[in-house]
Nanobody, 114 residues
């Protein structure tokens, strides 16, 4: 089983990034998928989730209107489009397959700084 995140980078405030998470080794289409993030010295926090079909999404208030989660079940991938990035979005972003058992990726670093 693998969840491999990519797309993290250093970006200026107001910029955009698109994170991807490639899944393998389990039935991706049966899992709700989530993105979490963890900033230095802080607890891991929920960012966004998407249902198995992609028809239902949910966001943390701090990212609502700026971030968009999507998935492609044919390619076993989930994405997080992040726009209007702020310094407080700086964190390691983790992909999570929510189920029994659940799975976590290793994370990808997003740094928002001028």
């Amino acid at each position: 089983v693998q969840l491999v995140e990519s797309g993290g980078d250093l970006v200026q405030p107001g910029g955009s990034l698109r994170l991807s998470c490639a899944a393998s080794g389990f039935t991706f289409s049966r899992y709700f998928m989530r993105w979490y993030r963890q900033a230095p010295g802080k607890e891991r926090e929920f960012v966004a989730s998407i249902s198995t079909s992609g028809g239902s999404t949910r966001y943390a208030n701090s990212v609502k209107g700026r971030f968009t989660i999507s998935r492609d079940n044919a390619k076993n991938t989930v994405h997080l489009q992040m726009n209007s990035l702020k310094p407080e979005d700086t964190a390691v972003y983790f992909c999570h397959a929510a189920g029994i058992p659940d799975y976590w990726g290793q994370g990808t670093q997003v740094t928002v700084s001028s």
